[in-house]
Nanobody, 127 residues
Framework: QVQLVESGGGLVQAGGSLRLSCTASGRSFSSHAMGWFRQAPGKEREFVAAINWSGGRTFYADSVKGRFTISRDNAKATMYLQMNSLKPEDTADYYC????????????????????WGQGTQVTVSS
């Protein structure tokens, strides 16, 4: 079992930056590929980014590519999402997730691929 807790959300103006953190406890953090998802009001949960167990491979949704960076620190059992050049359409609840596998694949953008989820942190981008 893995417990995940997100932090770092808040209110920011368009063009600004935020860094989200996802801290894990329980089973070995480095045994899991990880992902970030987001869900805006009235919309489906959508994929943002994924990272493999070592941090050596990453994968992004087209909507955030070039603006967001996913990373992890296995020694701290923490994953990050650096979000730059934020837009109002990035407003959503952001969730981190862990999968019971080491690497990432094309299906890592599918939320049903993940086994553990955090409770989410809210990000609001004002125009």
């Amino acid at each position: 079992q893995v417990q995940l807790v997100e932090s770092g959300g808040g209110l920011v103006q368009a063009g600004g930056s935020l860094r989200l953190s996802c801290t894990a406890s329980g089973r070995s953090f480095s045994s899991h590929a990880m992902g970030w998802f987001r869900q805006a009001p009235g919309k489906e949960r959508e994929f943002v980014a994924a990272i493999n167990w070592s941090g050596g491979r990453t994968f992004y949704a087209d909507s955030v590519k070039g603006r967001f960076t996913i990373s992890r620190d296995n020694a701290k059992a923490t994953m990050y999402l650096q979000m730059n050049s934020l837009k109002p359409e990035d407003t959503a609840d952001y969730y981190c997730a862990a999968a019971n596998q080491l690497d990432i694949y094309s299906h890592s953008s599918d939320r049903y691929h993940y086994d553990y989820w955090g409770q989410g942190t809210q990000v609001t981008v004002s125009s």
